[in-house]
């Protein structure tokens, strides 16, 4: 019988510090050693993969959360009979500063649920397109607890930040249209980009992206009600499409624009 086919799907999404994402589901491919000049953010969603790195055998049961340092030679092969499926984001050093690489090598396989959840969350941002900010968002979080094990600490406890909540909140609402980079309103604000994102969660009980897309969402149906087409209104309200409009539209409201534009009276 033949070996199924690879599946295999690769992008470059405009967040910032991200390289490539990478989506694969392999049955018998094993990769020979070799390196990358970024960081590999790696879970295996069905199988599992056996690697060696820095001359250790590793593994990826159900649930780690794997870190691959740059410039460190690795293999890897499916640990399986029926191989593995996994989903790769490639970090720059922007995000994981080469610091980090010496505790990665003696501890690169994470077991913590909450890094599994919000790394699947992360994937989940990235094949959205219009979704950036919500992506940054994600993976800033993600970032601050990779920090966390690698330079072993619990996590630090997080003091309520009305005032700076506040700051992003106005600008949010400054900019519903042309949206804002989670990277910019942090150098707007002088803030962490982490700080501002639990800052904002915990003061108004919904993250930053969450409130602007719901700001925009209110625009879109005044301006439905009106009688604009949703193609329309998606560009006038700061979605990148009307597919991208129709999306969160259906989220929010239950229907879709379309059928709220048509239910007016």
């Not at 799907?9 to 390196?35: C, N, Q």
Request: net charge positive; charged share 25%; with cysteine.
């Amino acid at each position: 019988m033949a070996a199924a086919q690879p599946e295999v799907s690769a992008w470059r999404p405009s967040v910032p510090g991200v390289v490539e994402v990478f989506h694969a589901h392999f049955t018998e491919y094993a990769y020979p050693m070799h390196v990358h000049d970024v960081w590999t953010l790696l879970v295996v969603d069905d199988g599992a993969v056996r690697y060696d790195l820095e001359r250790h055998e590793h593994g990826t049961p159900l649930g780690t959360v794997s870190l691959l340092p740059p410039h460190v030679p690795h293999n890897g092969s499916p640990a399986t009979p029926h191989g593995f499926r996994k989903r790769v984001v490639y970090l720059d050093t922007s995000r994981l500063g080469t610091d980090l690489i010496g505790p990665a090598v003696d501890g690169p396989d994470l077991v913590d649920p909450l890094l599994r959840r919000r790394v699947g969350q992360l994937h989940s941002a990235l094949a959205r397109p219009g979704d950036e900010l919500e992506a940054e968002s994600r993976l800033t979080l993600v970032g601050e607890r990779l920090r966390d094990h690698l330079r072993g600490r619990d996590a630090p406890a997080h003091r309520p930040d009305p005032v700076l909540a506040g700051r992003l909140r106005e600008l949010l609402d400054a900019r519903v249209v042309d949206g804002v980079a989670l990277q910019e309103a942090a150098r707007l604000l002088h803030a962490h980009p982490a700080h501002l994102v639990r800052a904002f969660s915990g003061a108004y009980g919904i993250a930053p992206h969450q409130y602007l897309v719901s700001r925009r969402v209110g625009r879109a149906r005044r301006l439905l009600l009106d009688g604009r087409a949703p193609g329309e209104v998606a560009v006038a309200t700061g979605f990148c499409d009307q597919a991208h409009l129709t999306r969160h539209f259906k989220k929010l409201v239950g229907v879709t624009p379309s059928r709220y534009r048509l239910s007016a009276r």
